[in-house]
């Protein structure tokens, strides 16, 4: 039986902390402040008769019965936004947007060519595209927030209550501008003499580049630029004499147009999954699943041409 006492305020707190981990990132995020966070937790721990949170050097982190509330708490407020959107289009308040989270790294492979699928197959209503780091889109989507995320599979304790489909392998790539030093003689030593430009730490695709520059003899190298921005990572190749190591779609096009070259660096092993993530046996509107069957579609066209 559901203690009463449990309201929205107190769920909505529960799991904003749990994605900050911190009361107060999560007070500006729902504008209050940070006592009123601070208490709503007390008061949810007091109900619940149990601790939440446990304070550590990343934080507030959940401990082990506060992750298994937040698999159910998420999944309630989930429910309740779609179920709040649902109504509000049956009433004519309009197509129900779709929410998706995409990786910068696939974005420009992915989306364009699925956005026009989906609109020439009669999807209609607003498409939110959010890009960011692929643990802050996996939050989001707990919460219900997105509809589903487009990236690589988490780790296994932000994977609860999600589900994992691979779509295509993206191989890494290591390029340079058309005209640069090492475009006409290779030697893997002289990379350390240019710019680096590397993923952000911290992400999967980062230990990619690291293993890849391990494998060459290379690393550690101590000066780098690490960055999220694809458009920034490209003019910076762009204009001088950078080295990028970056995810095969987001050169593609650059490649082919002969603006970029690609070192003869082995990638082989520095393969890794693009894959759909959703929250496990949700509901979705008509539109979510119209916009789920094009993204296959698009994946399997990017398979088929050989990743």
């Known amino acids: 039986m559901i203690d ?4 929205f305020r107190h769920l909505n707190c529960f799991l904003e902390v749990a994605r900050q981990h911190s ?12 006592p009123a966070v601070s208490k709503t937790l007390r008061e949810l721990e007091d109900i619940l008769e149990l601790k939440l949170f446990q304070r550590g050097r990343k934080g507030l982190t959940l401990t082990p019965l506060g992750q298994l509330f937040q698999t159910y708490a998420s999944a309630s407020l989930a429910s309740l936004r779609e179920g709040v959107a649902s109504l509000r289009e049956a009433r004519g308040g309009g197509a129900q947007p779709i929410g998706v989270g995409v990786l ?10 699925t956005l026009t699928a989906f609109r020439g197959a009669g999807g209609r209503g607003p498409v939110r595209l959010v890009t960011g780091p692929n643990d802050h889109l996996l939050a989001q989507l707990r919460v219900g927030e997105l509809d589903l995320v487009v990236g690589r599979l988490g ?3 932000l994977m609860s209550g999600l589900s994992f489909q691979h779509l295509y392998p993206e191989p890494l790539r290591v390029v340079v501008r058309r005209g640069h030093p090492l475009a006409s003689g290779f030697d893997p030593a002289r990379i ?9 730490a911290g992400t999967v695709v980062r230990q990619d580049a690291e293993r890849l520059l391990i494998g060459a003899g290379v690393w550690p ?32 096009d650059d490649l082919a147009a002969d603006r970029f070259v690609e070192l003869p660096l082995d990638t082989s092993a520095a393969v890794g999954p693009v894959g759909l ?8 509107s ?12 698009v994946a399997a066209s990017i398979r088929r041409g050989g990743g």
């Open 277 to 284: 993530t959703v929250r496990a046996d949700a509901p979705r």
């Open 4 to 7: 009463a006492r449990i309201r």
């Open 104 to 113: 910068p790294t696939v974005a420009a492979r992915l989306m364009p060519a």
């Open 286 to 297: 008509a539109a979510a699943e119209l916009f789920l069957r094009c993204l296959h579609e």
């Open 23 to 34: 009361v107060v990132r999560a007070a500006d995020r729902l504008a209050v402040s940070q």
């Open 221 to 252: 190298i101590t000066s780098y630029v690490e960055t999220f921005s694809v458009a920034f990572g490209r003019q910076y190749v762009l204009d001088g004499e950078a080295v990028w190591i970056v995810a095969l779609g987001v050169v593609a």
């Open 192 to 200: 350390a003499d240019y710019p680096l430009v590397l993923p952000s």
């Open 155 to 157: 780790e296994a304790e």
